[in-house]
């Protein structure tokens, strides 16, 4: 895995005003992250280089209760990670059953191409042959997104959230 760079982190501002804007506005309790504050996030990490550290810089309001932030964001970090870790093993699993449909296929076409006949010996082979390309997508294409996907939600998760220097002094 990647050393994320701590050093010169990447900054994103948030400016709070009121804080309540930060949580869903279904949420009383809040401990559920806005969809707005959720998509302000998520176009400022595609700026971040890889590997480069995150701090969430708050500016604002001084009655701002930044633990009960940090908790919310703790929180929707690890939905996020656990939302991964399932669809990474549907993923996988799908792609197994399709690997084994496929070869299943394609052994049978081989094995009874004589007493099934030529053509549907080649259609039964090719329907296996789809399916073993299908399993082979997954782990070509969807798993690798996935796995991106885990390196950035470590990052957001090891990210600093503090106060301004600005809104300290």
Not at 1 to 16: A, G, Q, T
Not at 91 to 118: C, N
Not at 119 to 136: K, M, R
Request: net charge negative; aromatic share 8%.
């Amino acid at each position: 895995m990647k050393r994320i760079n701590h050093d010169s982190p990447f900054v994103i501002p948030i400016c709070v005003g009121d804080g309540r804007v930060l949580y869903d506005e279904f949420d009383p309790a809040e401990q559920r992250l806005s969809d707005a504050f959720k998509g302000y996030l998520e176009d400022f990490i595609e700026d971040r280089k890889p590997g480069e550290g995150v701090r969430l810089e708050l500016t604002g309001s001084k009655d701002f209760d930044l633990e009960r932030f940090r908790r919310a964001y703790r929180l929707h970090i690890d939905k996020l990670r656990q939302r991964n870790h399932r669809d990474r093993a549907r993923k996988t699993a799908s792609a197994l059953r399709l690997l084994g449909i496929g070869v299943v296929f394609v052994l049978i076409g081989i094995a009874f191409s004589r007493s099934m006949g030529e053509v549907v010996a080649t259609i039964v082979s090719t329907v296996g042959s789809f399916a073993i390309w299908e399993a082979s997508a997954v782990w070509i294409e969807e798993l690798p997104v996935i796995t991106a996907r885990e390196r950035v939600l470590a990052m957001l998760g090891e990210a600093d959230i503090v106060r301004s220097k600005e809104e300290e002094a």
